[in-house]
């Protein structure tokens, strides 16, 4: 029997416990021998709950334990998450964590750790939620070259966005009700502004490439400025818009970014909508690969972090293949990254329309009736240094957003 220890009794900690007692028959069968959880780490106690029995207040008692091989930290947070767990590797203890912050900053570091002692730190949940990402990179994938990666990789932004595309709301609106739905927190900066995004672009791109991505590098615009107007020029012309967390090697450059980006129905994540996330994967062999599911919640992060610990139990003593190294993967400046945009800019177009081709080259003219008094454009691909150039010298623009394919 393999006992291990859940360091958190929140959302996720709760789910994990749950879906092990759920599913105790299956889980032992998959992992070859039974998995018991002996410890649950918590500030709080849960009087009157069965879980009461194994709460703990004091980490020691989990890392001087010799009978806990695999530890689960689902705390959240970067501290006092990465002292525990690197604590419980060099205890001798595996490690899983769904810590997108944790493994964002310290992924490289616990990795090595784990490596040198024989041991895992595995990490599925921290990405996708339910989705399985991080084993397809690790296992299912290794033959291929991957070329880019671009996920919708926050539900609660993707809500928003969808709300705003098909009931034509404006953005404060659908943050209100994505918080009362529990979707989105009291401060949604982390969701809105794409730093959570930001974080799982990073780690992907790290595994993918193989070495380390430092997620502050990655240039990070959130859907704040994206307003119902912005989806009127989109219904125009077909078209959706949505946050991507991307990565791609272009001529071994790695561009990485993660902002709004106006797509069409032929884009491969076009149709993810709601809270549900979408990663594209693409390789120089086996093409365009898709994951789409629950990229949160209780039971669906809670499964995830479940594989982890049937993973680590059918691995005891032998490290899963990892290929994120420590050495740092430096990221190309953005200004040279090429693509089109679609940029709206204030007054008529009968007065305005023939400078701004002057100024940007070959564009389309973009006109919804019922918008007076602005008209939008989308020009052919060029980067985005010449880009800003031509938006400061034409003047008068009122926003812009990235065109995808």
Same mark, same amino acid.
């Given at each position: ?102 493994v964002a900053r310290h992924g490289a570091e616990l990795l090595e750790i784990a ?21 397809? *990179? ?5 033959? +291929? ?6 996920g919708i990789l926050n539900g609660t932004t993707n809500f928003i966005l969808t ?8 953005? +404060? ?22 730093? +959570? ?9 790290? *595994? ?34 949505? *946050? ?106 009968? +007065? ?12 389309? *003219? ?40």
């Amino acid at each position: 029997m393999k006992k291990i220890a859940v360091l958190g009794y929140g959302t996720v900690g709760s789910g994990v416990v749950e879906v092990i007692d759920t599913n105790y028959a299956s889980i032992a069968k998959k992992a070859g021998e039974e998995i018991s959880v002996k410890y649950v780490l918590d500030l709080r106690d849960f009087p009157g709950q069965p879980i009461q029995e194994k709460i703990v207040h004091d980490i020691n008692v989990i890392l001087e334990d010799k009978e806990i091989e695999i530890v689960v930290e689902v705390m959240g947070g970067v501290e006092p998450a990465c002292t525990f767990v690197k604590n419980a590797l060099l205890a001798g203890k595996s490690v899983v964590t769904s810590n997108k912050e944790l493994v964002a900053r310290h992924g490289a570091e616990l990795l090595e750790i784990a490596r040198e002692r024989n041991l895992n730190f595995l990490f599925e949940a921290s990405v996708g939620g339910g989705i399985p990402i991080i084993r397809p *990179l690790n296992q299912s994938l290794t033959a +291929d070259e991957i070329t880019e990666i671009t996920g919708i990789l926050n539900g609660t932004t993707n809500f928003i966005l969808t709300k705003m595309d098909k009931e034509g709301s404006n953005f +404060d609106e659908v943050l209100k009700e994505a918080q009362a739905l529990g979707y989105a927190e009291r401060n949604p900066a982390a969701d809105v502004e794409g730093y +959570d995004a930001c974080r799982k672009i990073a780690i992907l791109s790290s *595994l993918a490439f193989g070495k380390n991505v430092n997620y502050e590098d990655i240039y990070t615009e959130g859907i704040t400025k994206i307003s119902d107007i912005d989806f009127k020029y989109a219904k125009e012309l077909g078209y959706s818009v949505k *946050l991507l967390a991307s990565s791609k090697n272009v001529d071994g450059n790695l561009y990485a970014m993660v902002s709004p980006v106006m797509i069409s129905p032929e884009h491969p994540l076009f149709t993810v909508n709601g809270v549900i996330n979408g990663i594209h994967v693409n390789g120089n062999m086996v093409g365009d690969v898709m994951f789409i599911g629950a990229g949160a919640g209780k039971l669906p992060t809670a499964s995830a972090v479940v594989s982890d610990i049937i993973d680590a139990a059918k691995h005891t003593g032998r490290s899963i293949m990892s290929f994120w190294s420590k050495e740092k993967l430096e990221i190309a400046d953005k200004a040279s990254s090429k693509k089109a945009f679609f940029a709206r800019f204030a007054g008529n177009p009968e +007065d305005k329309f023939e400078a701004i081709k002057e100024i940007f080259g070959e564009v389309k *003219l973009v006109k919804v009736q019922e918008i007076k008094n602005e008209f939008a454009i989308i020009t052919d691909v060029m980067s985005e240094a010449e880009f800003e150039e031509a938006a400061n010298k034409a003047g008068g623009m009122i926003t812009r957003i990235r065109m995808g394919k």
